[in-house]
């Protein structure tokens, strides 16, 4: 009789691939990622199907490109209706459990196909597990997560403790459901961690860690940016947010400490692992649904093409299977038929637009969108080069190499032409390319910062804190 297997796929948000120090990034403390790296097979060039949250893991939980999901920015509308492969695992007999972020909007917090579940969204509501737990204990504290709106990507210090510090509570909810499993049982486990999204809120003494100068942000001449200047949009721009180089070091630096403490729990977790004699015979998955420019092209933030927002860790230690590097394009519409595939678990290949990392076939390219109709934004890479569309303009931008300093696009370079025609193919088959999307230009506008985005739970209470003769502005 086989061995029972077992599955832990943990998630961050909003982490870049440059972000553990066994990838490339000696600043860096990460010993248990840097750990978990030299036992995996690395896939170097993973890119996310959409450089923003919603899209992201919906793809990812689907297997298919936002073009046939039909969801492409951080909104409830798709076209996808089926359950996913965190429910195929559950009914193919692995006991499952998700702790924390999913953002999955069109049911926050639903069941999502896993047995178990105990939640922690960004912006909670009265369901949420988290919250309820946390600000009962401190009902003097209202921002959980940081202060957002205009202190979105302002530096701040946690206003918990480090014991109710989210983070710490996926780490905590995590190895509680660990203890719980037994060697000869399966179980599949999404440890999914909100941080390092912004507000960037470590927690006292963790933004310590980090007090010189990190990697200097990318920046390319601004002629040379300028002939892809559309791709970014004014946003999250370093120039209408008045953030100098210091602030965007700054910020970097808080941003390392969030990383630097999700790599603790995961210690903590694979800990457990090792503790319940459960770690030989488990699949480690450890991705992100997409980076952050961080300063990078002038800009902050996500929702663009370029590698510092698209380009994700993908690090897999898979029983049995030795250490290796691989160079070959891939993308998180992977995960699901990878996972299915090492679980024994029937799925239809048709089903999915990801393959098996480990079948016969390899991607030549994989494919990356933000939003649909004339706003959409569309890219095709091979991993070593990128062609990306702006459907409100029309143009093209080719970067021969990557990370992206020089646009370079030819539409009589045979090489840039068969892209072309690849991505040209993906955007025809879009579900919802003739439905107008989200723009840069109808988000708030609000100045200095990316507009009034509080979480609204505890207004109510932050307003009776304050007395007569004073007004709280919350919008």
């Keep these: 009789m086989a061995s029972p297997k077992h599955i832990l796929l943990i998630l961050t948000d ?47 939980m689907a297997g298919q490109y936002p073009a046939r999901t039909g969801c492409n920015n951080n909104n409830k509308e798709k076209v996808w209706q089926e359950e996913g492969f965190y429910a195929m695992l559950t009914k193919g007999g692995y006991p499952s459990c998700c702790v924390g972020k999913m953002h999955h909007l069109w049911d926050s917090y639903g069941t999502l196909g896993f047995d178990e579940r105990h939640t922690q969204e960004e912006i909670p509501t009265s369901e949420d597990e ?78 310590k860690l980090y007090r010189t100068d990190p990697p200097a942000p ?14 970014f949009g004014d946003r999250s721009s370093c120039k209408r947010l008045e953030m100098s180089m210091t602030d965007v070091l700054r910020m970097k630096n ?16 694979i800990a457990t692992l090792k503790e319940r004699d459960l770690y030989d015979s488990t699949l480690i998955v450890f991705s992100s649904d997409h980076g952050d420019l961080m300063g990078d092209y002038r800009h902050t ?60 076939r390899q991607h030549a390219c994989v494919f990356s969108q933000y939003g649909c109709g004339n706003n959409g934004v569309y890219m095709v890479t091979d991993g070593k080069s990128k062609l990306v569309k702006s459907q409100k303009s029309g143009n093209y931008h080719y970067f021969a190499t990557l990370p992206e300093k020089e646009d370079s696009y030819d539409a009589n370079d045979a090489a840039q032409s068969a892209m072309r025609h690849m991505l040209e193919r993906y955007i025809h088959r879009d579900v919802s390319k003739t439905r107008e999307s989200i723009t840069y230009e109808s988000a708030p506008q609000m100045p200095h910062y990316p507009g009034r985005m509080d979480q609204p739970l505890y207004h109510e209470q932050e307003r009776a804190c304050i007395p007569p003769g004073y007004t709280i502005d919350l919008g």
Excluded at 184 to 196: G, M, Q, R, W, Y
Excluded at 223 to 229: A, T
Excluded at 254 to 269: E, K, L, N, P
């Design 130 to 207: 988290y919250a309820n737990t946390v600000h009962a204990k401190h009902p003097g504290v209202f921002d959980l997560f940081g202060m957002r709106s205009e202190m979105y990507y302002v530096p701040q210090i946690s206003q918990l403790p480090i014991e109710d510090h989210p983070t710490t509570w996926i780490g905590d909810k995590s190895v509680a459901f660990l203890k719980q499993q037994e060697k000869e049982k399966p179980f599949f486990l999404v440890s999914s961690f909100i941080a390092p999204h912004p507000p960037f809120c470590p927690p006292s003494p963790w933004q």
């Design 14 to 60: 909003q982490m870049r691939y440059d972000t553990i120090s066994a990838l490339g990034n000696p600043c860096m403390q990460t010993p248990n990622l840097d750990a978990l790296y030299r036992e995996s097979v690395v896939f170097t060039h993973c890119t996310t199907p959409s450089p923003v949250c919603v899209p992201a893991r919906l793809s990812l």
């Design 218 to 231: 990318i920046l390319p001449t601004e002629q040379e940016q300028s002939k892809y200047e559309e791709l």
């Design 254 to 269: 808080f941003y390392y400490a969030c990383v630097s403490y999700v790599d603790y729990q995961i210690g903590r977790i």
């Design 301 to 360: 933030g996500k929702r663009v093409m370029v590698e510092s927002a698209s380009h994700v860790p993908l690090l897999m230690r898979i029983p049995g299977k030795k250490p290796q590097r691989r160079a070959d394009p891939c993308s998180l519409v992977d995960l699901a038929p990878t996972l299915l595939s090492w679980a024994d678990v029937p799925y239809d290949p048709e089903a999915f637009d990801g393959i098996d990392l480990f079948g016969t």
